[in-house]
C-alpha cells in the first residue's frame, strides 16, 4: 500500500518517539522531574509567607501581583528542599527560576507547585515571564540561599 | 546510472541518508536539552 | 488556467490587505529586537509602545496574514483543481467580514486599547472591539471554507472514483483542523470575554478561556503549515524538474494532521495550575503523534528532490543537491520553498522539544520559544506567503516580476537572519531570557540594578539577525509591489506548477475519503479535551475581574 522506505521511516518516528517517551518516564520516575502538580484551590494561597517544616524543608507561599512577587526575597539555608506554591492575585504571572528549572504559571483562581532542592549557595532570581501589563519588565523576586548563622 | 532513474528502480539513497541525520539531530538537540534539565533539578 | 475578473480581484484584495498590514507588522519586528537589545531603553517609540508593537507584531503576521493568505490560495487551488470559481455571494460575505473585522482590530491596537498580545489571555482586558474584529476575520474564512466543502461534494459527485487532487485534500483538511478549532476561541471570545470586556459579567474563569485558546492555539499552526506543505508536495518537485516520490505519503500526512492537530495543545499549559498532569502526559505523548506527518514530509521531499536532482546529473551521497535550481529566476518559487524547508528542520525538532513534558520546564515563556517559532512560522510558513503572494499577483494581473534577481536572493537573505536571530534567542533562553518583556527597560539597562549582562551577546544576535530579516522584508515589500505597479504583459490566470507521481499508485478510497478520518478526529479530541475542560471548570477557585495592562486596580462593576 505504501512505499517500503516511506513505511521505514514512519516505524523510525514511532522508535525515536518511544525513545523520547521513555526517557521522560525514566526523568518522572527517577529524578522526579516533572511539571506543577496540580492541587485544589484555596483561598490561604493568598497570603505571601515562608514556613519551616524543620532545619532543612520550607514552604514558600508566593504572591504574584501587578507587578511584584511576594515574598520578594526569601532566604533559605543550602541543602534545604523547598516546596514553592504560586498564584496570583490578578492577572496571570509567570514564575520562573531558569537554573533551578521551576517554571510555572501564577494563574488567579488556581494554584502552582513544584519541589526545589538548594543544593548551591547563590543568590537565584525569580522572573515574571509571561506579560502581565506595563511594569511586567520590573517583576523579579529573589531567592537567596546562603549558610544559616552558627 | 540510467537505471536508477528508472522510477521502478530508483532508490532514494540521499534522502534516506538526509533522514538519517535529521534523526540524529532531532537526537542531539532533544538529548541536550533533557541533560539541561537533569542537571538543573 | 483562466480566472474571472471577479475572483481575481478577490484574491489580490486579500493578499493586498495583509501585505500592507504586514509592513507595521514586520517594523514592530525589527523594533522588538532593538528594544530587547537594549539599544534603547524606553518604554515605546514614536506614540507606540512595546506591548502595543508586540500585539500588532503577533497579529498582524500570525494572525491576519496568514489566514488572508491561506483563504486566497484556498480559492485559487480550489478553482485551479476542481476548475469551479467559488460562489460569489459567500466570496463576497466572507472577504467583506474579514476585512472589516481586520480593521476594526487594528484600530483597537493602534489606538492602544488592544495591547493584550495575540494570545490576550484575560484577566488581561482588550476593547471589545478586538474581540469582535478578530472573531469577524475567523468566521469569514468560515464563509469561504463552507463554500469550497460545497463545491468539493458536488464534484466528488461527479468524480466518484477519480483520486482528489493532493492539493484539495490539503486545503479542505486544513480548514476543517482550522472550523473545529475555531470553535473554541470563537466560544472563548463571544461568549466569556465579550460581555466581559463590556462590564455584563462579572468575572472569567481564566484556566477556561486558556484551555480554549490553546484547543483553538495549537492547530492553528498547523493551518498556518499545510499550505507550505501542499505547496511541498504538489509545486516543489516540478518546479526542480522531478517528480513527487509518494503521493500517497502525502495523503497519509495530511490526513494524520487531520486527527492530530487539535487534542494536543494542553503542551501549551504545562505549568498552568488545575489542569491535571495525566492529561498534560497524554497531549505531550499525542504530539509525538503529529510529528510523524513531518518526517514522513521531510523524506518524501528530500527523495523527490533528489530524483529530480539525479535526472539533471547529480551524483554521489550528496553532491547532487547542487544540482538544483536554488537561484533560477523563472522558478524563484523553488528559492523560497526550499529555504523554509531548511528552516523548518530546525523549527520542526525545537518544536518537539517544547512539547515533551517536563523538558517544558528548560524553555516555557523564554525566549527559547520565539526562537523555536521564529523557525517554523517565519520559515516555511511566512517565506511560502511570500513567495506564493508575488506569484499569484504576477499571474493575476499578468504582469512580470519586478527586479527578478533581487526576488530569487530574498528568501537567502531571510533565512540567514532567521537562523541568526533564532540561535540568539534560543540560547538567551537557556539562559533564561524571558518572552514578551522589553527588556530594554531592566534587565538590558546596566543602569537598573535588574541588569542581567549574560543577556547581552544573546539579545545582541537576535538584533542582527532580526536587522537582516528586516532587509529581507523590506526587499520583498519592493519586489511585490513593484510587480504590481509594471505594465500588464501577458493574459490573466492561474497556472500551478503540477508534480506528477514517480510511481503508479493505485487509488485507495480510504485515502480519498474524509467520513472515517473526521469520525476518529472527534473521537480523539473528546477523550484528549473533556478531561481538560472539565479540569478547568471544577478546579479553578474563582473567576476573574478585567483589568487593563496599564492599571493594577481591577474594573469593577458600579454597583
Known amino acids: 500500500m505504501i512505499d517500503k522506505f516511506e513505511r521505514n521511516v514512519i516505524y523510525t518516528a514511532l522508535l525515536v518517539s518511544g525513545l523520547f517517551i521513555f526517557s521522560l518516564f525514566y526523568a518522572m520516575g527517577a529524578k522526579k522531574a516533572d511539571v506543577t502538580e496540580c492541587l485544589p484551590y484555596d483561598k490561604s494561597y493568598e497570603t505571601a509567607r515562608v514556613n519551616q517544616i524543620d532545619a532543612h524543608t520550607y514552604q514558600i507561599f508566593y504572591v504574584a501581583r501587578m507587578w511584584n512577587f511576594e515574598p520578594s526575597i526569601a532566604y533559605i539555608p543550602v541543602g534545604s528542599e523547598v516546596d514553592l506554591f504560586v498564584t496570583s492575585l490578578d492577572v496571570v504571572h509567570g514564575f520562573n527560576i531558569f537554573n533551578k528549572n521551576t517554571n510555572l504559571m501564577g494563574v488567579p483562581g488556581g494554584v502552582s507547585k513544584t519541589t526545589v532542592k538548594f543544593e548551591e549557595p547563590g543568590v537565584y532570581k525569580v522572573v515574571c515571564h509571561e506579560y502581565c501589563g506595563t511594569g511586567h519588565q520590573n517583576m523579579q523576586a529573589e531567592i537567596i540561599v546562603n549558610y544559616p548563622k552558627k | 546510472m540510467q537505471e536508477s532513474n528508472n522510477p521502478e528502480k530508483f532508490v532514494p539513497r540521499g534522502a534516506i541518508a538526509f533522514f538519517a541525520l535529521l534523526v540524529t539531530l532531532g537526537l542531539i538537540i532533544w538529548f541536550g536539552i533533557y541533560f539541561i534539565m537533569l542537571s538543573r533539578i | ?559
Not at chain 3, 486527527?259 to 501549551?268: A, D, F, K
Not at chain 3, 506569484?391 to 527586479?403: A, C, H, N, P, R
Not at chain 3, 475542560?533 to 481591577?554: E, F, V
Open chain 3, 1 to 559: 488556467m483562466n480566472v474571472s475578473r471577479f475572483l481575481k480581484n478577490v484574491i489580490l484584495v486579500e493578499l493586498f490587505v495583509p501585505v500592507l498590514l504586514l509592513t507595521i507588522g514586520i517594523y514592530h519586528g525589527l523594533m522588538q529586537v532593538i528594544y530587547r537589545a537594549g539599544v534603547i531603553h524606553q518604554a515605546a517609540v514614536a506614540k507606540l509602545d512595546y506591548y502595543q508593537g508586540l500585539t500588532l507584531h503577533g497579529v498582524i503576521n500570525a494572525v491576519v496574514l496568514t489566514t488572508f493568505f491561506a483563504v486566497a490560495f484556498g480559492h485559487a487551488t480550489i478553482a485551479f483543481y476542481l476548475k469551479k470559481e467559488p460562489n460569489r455571494k459567500a466570496t463576497m460575505l466572507s472577504l467583506i467580514l474579514m476585512v472589516v473585522g481586520t480593521l476594526l482590530a487594528a484600530a483597537a491596537m493602534l489606538s492602544g486599547k488592544a495591547s493584550v498580545l495575540y494570545t490576550f489571555y484575560p484577566p488581561l482586558k482588550a476593547h471589545p472591539a478586538f474581540y469582535i474584529g478578530t472573531a469577524m476575520l475567523i468566521v469569514g474564512s468560515w464563509v469561504a471554507y463552507w463554500d469550497w466543502a460545497v463545491i468539493y461534494v458536488r464534484w466528488k459527485r461527479d468524480h466518484r472514483d477519480v483520486n482528489t487532487p493532493l492539493a484539495v485534500i490539503g486545503t479542505l483538511v486544513n480548514f476543517t483542523i482550522w472550523f473545529v478549532c475555531t470553535l473554541a476561541v470563537a466560544y472563548e471570545v463571544l461568549v466569556l470575554l465579550v460581555p466581559w470586556s463590556l462590564g455584563w459579567t462579572d468575572g472569567v474563569n481564566v484556566v477556561l478561556a486558556r484551555t480554549l485558546f490553546w484547543f483553538f492555539g495549537h492547530a492553528l499552526v498547523y493551518f498556518w503549515l499545510l499550505p507550505s506543505y501542499i505547496m511541498f508536495y504538489t509545486m516543489l518537485p516540478k518546479l526542480a524538474g522531478g517528480k513527487l516520490y509518494s503521493g500517497m505519503a502525502g495523503r497519509i500526512a495530511f490526513f494524520m494532521f487531520l486527527i492530530l492537530s487539535i487534542p494536543i495543545g494542553v503542551h501549551h499549559q504545562f505549568g498552568d495550575p488545575s489542569i491535571g498532569r495525566g492529561i498534560k502526559l497524554t497531549q505531550s505523548i499525542l504530539t509525538f503523534g503529529v510529528a510523524i506527518p513531518s518526517f514522513i514530509t521531510a523524506f518524501t521531499i528530500a527523495a523527490s528532490l533528489e530524483y529530480a536532482a539525479r535526472l539533471r546529473g547529480g551524483k554521489g551521497l550528496y553532491r547532487w543537491i547542487w544540482k538544483l535550481p536554488f537561484f533560477r529566476k523563472d522558478v524563484f518559487l523553488f528559492g523560497y520553498l526550499i529555504n523554509g524547508l531548511i528552516l523548518f528542520i530546525f523549527g520542526g525538532l525545537t518544536g518537539l522539544v517544547n512539547a515533551s513534558y517536563s523538558l517544558n520546564n528548560v524553555v516555557h515563556n523564554t525566549s527559547f520559544v520565539p526562537g523555536h517559532f521564529h523557525l517554523t512560522v517565519a520559515g516555511p510558513v511566512f517565506l511560502a506567503i511570500l513567495g506564493m503572494s508575488i506569484f499569484l499577483v504576477s499571474q493575476l494581473t499578468g504582469k512580470k516580476i519586478f527586479l527578478p534577481a533581487i526576488n530569487t536572493i530574498i528568501p537567502y537573505l531571510w533565512t540567514v537572519g532567521v537562523l541568526i536571530f533564532s540561535t540568539g534567542l534560543m540560547w538567551g533562553g537557556l539562559m533564561g531570557e524571558p518572552r514578551r518583556t522589553n527588556m530594554g527597560l531592566t534587565y538590558l539597562n546596566p543602569a537598573s540594578e535588574q541588569y542581567h549582562s549574560y543577556w547581552v551577546i544573546s539579545s545582541m544576535l537576535g538584533l542582527a539577525g532580526g536587522g537582516i530579516m528586516f532587509v529581507a522584508g523590506f526587499l520583498y515589500f519592493i519586489v511585490f509591489f513593484g510587480t504590481f505597479f509594471r505594465k500588464k504583459t501577458a493574459a490573466s490566470m492561474i497556472d500551478f506548477p503540477v508534480s506528477e507521481s514517480l510511481h503508479e499508485e493505485k487509488r485507495i478510497p480510504l485515502f480519498d475519503t474524509f467520513r472515517p478520518w473526521l469520525l476518529l478526529m472527534g473521537i480523539i479530541i473528546l477523550m484528549a479535551y473533556l478531561p481538560a475542560i472539565s479540569d478547568a471548570l471544577n478546579n479553578t477557585g474563582r473567576k476573574a475581574p478585567p483589568y487593563l495592562p496599564s492599571d493594577p486596580t481591577p474594573i469593577l462593576p458600579k454597583k
